[in-house]
């Protein structure tokens, strides 16, 4: 990325830990691809610090190289040259060197492969912290992308870190918006399709860059053997989850339609109870998302509850992509494009339907809502409802991906549903249809008849809306 983006909440929490007078100790983790070492780079760059980054090297080349780091940031040449016959040494060595009178900012990045080179790090660094650091003038940050890992060894009640840090941070995708910061020049229908592929990974966003359309860049970065993301999903799983086969076949389950657990757990062999500690691995990497109906007042206990993928990427491979891979292999990508083409236009619409629900969350100040979901039952389905604090449907919608406009007879279906399933309405509900391609002039009109009893919303854009 050529320009910092975003990530404003967490850098601003970071700066505030780094102005405290106490010394801090920071978690910063998610999944790759996500600017977690962006993010610190852009935090640091003006202020003391040393950034190391582990590796998957032995523990004496992972002490050396860490010396270096230190060496280099304290500019100490000697501390390169000195020896660490433990990492207690290493710690006392920093600890001489710097300048205890202004805060120094200690980033270890990719902490993960520490501890997966040397199991007791997590406990070394804790009694060091308690012994030295906590009453110094340090900001420690423990950054990582392996999440169930960095949670078993900083923030889990069992890790020796347990309750030492001042702030965990989990660092999440983009919301839609933030493609245009990306993609300046784009019309919203190329942001739509572009952020389809992408979801809120910037480091995906930033590759679009270089394409022209979504097709371009699906050709060229996932459906060529060459590029940049055709291995991605694959690599995703096995760089951050220590059980990717189970997970892969999870992910699959869903990318083929398969939602509720009990059939997830059939088509695994596996019980449903052992499964649900994947799916929250996979929660925990925004790559998995449970749902209910909008109207379940309990939805923990729900047993309504469906699992979608969640993330825009990954639910493109393995919905449209994955079932075609071995035509990949052997490089016959023109000969599944056709075949592609309705898959991703299927995908599209549902991502579009995501980004219209997103919208009326960031705008949800206009509205008389407390929940914001779908509903849907046996034989039908809402694509948008919010309720009020009377659980009753106060905000109901429809969005429509498609070339022709959108008419009354829309609107008419969703009254028509509302009825004919009894759903609980509020006395004053709001109407929002969304569209790509605008509306018929006759339900234009009728928007313009909203009263106090009917509201009717029109949207067709997501981005340049005025309030």
Not at 351 to 371: A, L, S
Request: glycine content about 4%; hydrophobic content about 40%.
């Amino acid at each position: 990325m050529n320009n910092f983006i975003n990530r404003n909440q967490e850098l601003t929490q970071l700066q505030k830990l780094y102005e405290s007078s106490k010394s801090k100790l920071a978690i910063l983790y998610g999944r790759r691809r996500l600017g977690k070492t962006y993010l610190l780079k852009e935090f640091s760059q003006h202020l003391p610090h040393c950034y190391f980054m582990a590796d998957k090297a032995g523990k004496q080349s992972l002490k050396s190289n860490m010396a270096l780091a230190l060496s280099l940031a304290l500019d100490e040449p000697l501390m390169q040259k000195m020896e660490y016959p433990t990492w207690y040494d290493l710690f006392s060595a920093f600890d001489r060197f710097r300048n205890r009178d202004e805060k120094f900012i200690f980033i270890i990045d990719e902490y993960q492969y520490l501890c997966q080179v040397d199991s007791g790090f997590s406990s070394y660094i804790q009694k060091w912290w308690d012994e030295k650091w906590q009453d110094d003038n340090i900001m420690l940050i423990l950054c990582g992308s392996v999440t169930s890992m960095m949670y078993k060894e900083t923030m889990a009640d069992s890790s020796p870190l347990y309750g030492r840090a001042a702030a965990q941070i989990l660092l999440a995708p983009f919301s839609y918006h933030h493609i245009q910061d990306f993609l300046p020049d784009k019309t919203e229908n190329d942001l739509i399709e572009m952020f389809a592929l992408s979801g809120g990974v910037p480091r995906y966003m930033e590759l679009l860059q270089e394409h022209s359309s979504m097709a371009e860049a699906l050709s060229n970065l996932v459906l060529n053997k060459n590029g940049i993301l055709y291995s991605e999903a694959r690599y995703l799983l096995h760089e951050e989850i220590s059980t990717p086969n189970t997970c892969w076949s999870i992910l699959h389950a869903l990318g083929s339609g398969t939602t509720k657990i009990s059939e997830i757990g059939s088509r695994l062999a596996l019980p449903a109870n052992q499964l649900t500690r994947y799916i929250d691995l996979l929660k925990d990497l925004f790559l998995v998302k449970r749902e209910v109906p909008v109207l379940e007042k309990n939805p923990a206990k729900s047993k309504k509850g469906i699992y979608l993928v969640d993330d825009f990427f990954v639910r493109l491979w393995f919905g449209a992509i994955y079932p075609y891979d071995s035509f990949l292999e052997f490089g016959q990508r023109e000969q599944i494009l056709e075949r592609l083409a309705p898959l991703i236009r299927q995908h599209i619409a549902y991502c579009y339907e995501q980004m219209c629900r997103d919208f009326i969350k960031v705008n949800r100040q206009h509205f008389d809502i407390v929940r914001l979901g779908r509903q849907w039952g046996k034989d039908y389905e809402i694509e948008i409802c919010g309720v009020d604090k009377n659980n009753h449907l106060s905000l109901i919608g429809e969005c429509k991906w498609s070339h022709k406009k959108i008419g009354i007879s829309v609107l008419d279906s969703l009254q028509q549903k509302i009825a004919q399933h009894n759903l609980p309405l509020a006395k004053a509900p709001t109407y929002c249809l969304f569209s790509k391609s605008g509306f018929t002039p006759a339900l234009m009109e009728k928007s313009k008849e909203s009263s106090s009893n009917l509201n009717i919303m029109l949207f067709d854009s997501l981005f340049s809306t005025k309030w």
